[in-house]
């Protein structure tokens, strides 16, 4: 996929297809950070940054700095500014990477113990991606919770083991599958 998606973003900046060549550097962001290789992941970010701030209109460049943030976040910075980034992104009205972006964080935010932080952060993911029909964000967003209570019983989040296995009936990707399954196995969920 990797290989794919590079090829992909190769030619379309050689086309001069901006929002192609956002979208494969977008997919490829994603997948390094799901990896969690958040170095790799920010190494990304800067050319989708760059894209980001050719295409004027739309979520492209907040989404970009905001995930540029999340990488960050993921290697040990501090999130000072984090929410005045989501915050510019919300402006933008982009609920699907909006979500994207919050279980990211959210997933982070679970492991520096900041339990209370991430059940809000994935509490609002679950809503937006409901409301947009993301069945995977769905999902992950359900595994971050479900987490925080195991991590933090009688805490910030409701045990989630219904709403895990429902989840797994429909469609989600098969990182994000594997994942909870290893959950509901009580494998714990890298």
């Given at each position: 996929a990797l290989e794919l998606l590079e090829l992909g973003r190769t030619l379309s900046k050689s086309e001069g297809n901006r929002p192609e060549e956002y979208l494969a550097n977008e997919y490829l962001v994603l997948i390094e950070f799901d990896r969690g290789d958040y170095a790799a992941a920010q190494d990304q970010c800067r050319g989708l940054v760059a894209i980001g701030e050719r295409i004027r209109e739309g979520s492209e460049g907040p989404f970009a700095v905001v995930m540029e943030a999340v990488c960050g976040y993921g290697q040990g910075a501090v999130a000072e500014t984090l929410n005045a980034k989501l915050d510019a992104l919300r402006l933008v009205d982009a609920k699907q990477r909006l979500a994207v972006a919050l279980n990211r964080i959210a997933l982070l935010d679970v492991?520096?113990?900041?339990?209370?932080?991430?059940?809000?952060?994935?509490?609002?993911?679950?809503?937006?991606?409901?409301?947009?029909?993301?069945?995977?964000?769905?999902?992950?967003?359900?595994?971050?919770?479900?987490?925080?209570?195991?991590?933090?019983?009688?805490?910030?989040?409701?045990?989630?083991h219904d709403s895990l296995k429902k989840s797994l009936a429909g469609p989600a990707?098969?990182?994000?599958?594997?994942?909870?399954?290893?959950?509901?196995?009580?494998?714990?969920?890298?």
């Open positions: 492991q520096r113990q900041c339990y209370a932080q991430a059940a809000e952060r994935a509490q609002e993911a679950l809503s937006l991606a409901s409301t947009m029909g993301i069945p995977s964000e769905m999902l992950q967003a359900y595994i971050t919770l479900h987490q925080i209570h195991l991590s933090d019983p009688g805490g910030a989040a409701e045990p989630q990707a098969a990182h994000v599958r594997t994942r909870a399954e290893q959950l509901l196995q009580g494998q714990g969920v890298s």
